[in-house]
C-alpha cells in the first residue's frame, strides 16, 4: 500500500497514537530513573535553580543537566524521519514539533498517572512543586502547549 492512498486522517491518527505510545514507554523510563522524585531532583546532575531566562522560557522550573540532554535527544530523535528519507519541509517541521510537544505532554501527564508515589490524587500544585503555574486542574504548560501543538498539527494538513 503507498503512502499516497492511505486516508490522510487515519495517517495522522496512527502518528498521534504513535506519539502516545512512546509517551507512555518514556513515562515509564522516567519513573524508574526518579522515582517519587520528580524533575530529576534526586538525581546526580547540575542544576540552575533560578534564572530571568527560566520564567520566560522553563516554565520558571529549574534546568538539570539531565533535563539539558534529554530535551535535545528527543527533538533530534524525532527529526530522524526526514533525514533518513532526504525530505523536509516548514509543513514536515511543523508535524515534528507538535509530536514533539504532544511527546512530552503525554509522556510528563503518564509520570504522574503511572508512578505509584502520585497517581491522579496527587496531580495537584500542593505535590508537584516544579510545575508553578496551574489553570483549573492542570499545568498551565499543558493548555498552551496543547493550543500549539494543535495549530502545529493544523498547518502540517494544509497545502
Avoid at 98 to 122: H, K, M, Q, S
Amino acid at each position: 500500500m503507498s503512502r499516497a492512498s492511505v486516508n490522510p486522517d487515519l495517517r495522522l491518527a496512527a502518528l498521534i497514537a504513535w506519539v502516545l505510545l512512546l509517551g507512555f514507554f518514556f513515562a515509564n523510563v522516567e519513573i524508574q530513573i526518579e522515582g517519587n522524585a520528580g524533575w530529576a531532583a534526586n538525581l546526580p546532575t547540575w542544576r540552575i535553580e533560578k534564572h530571568w531566562l527560566l520564567d520566560i522560557f522553563w516554565g520558571g522550573r529549574p534546568m538539570t543537566g539531565y533535563h539539558a540532554w534529554v530535551f535535545p535527544f528527543m527533538a533530534l530523535f524525532f527529526h530522524l524521519p526526514p533525514l533518513f528519507n532526504w525530505q523536509w519541509s516548514w509543513r514536515t517541521e511543523a508535524r515534528i514539533v507538535a509530536c514533539i510537544i504532544l511527546f512530552w505532554l503525554t509522556e510528563d501527564f503518564l509520570w504522574f498517572v503511572l508512578n505509584p508515589a502520585y497517581g491522579l490524587a496527587r496531580f495537584t500544585p500542593a505535590y508537584v512543586p516544579w510545575h508553578i503555574h496551574w489553570i483549573w486542574f492542570a499545568p498551565t504548560d499543558y493548555w498552551t502547549m496543547s493550543a500549539a501543538a494543535v495549530v502545529l498539527f493544523l498547518v502540517s494538513r494544509s497545502r
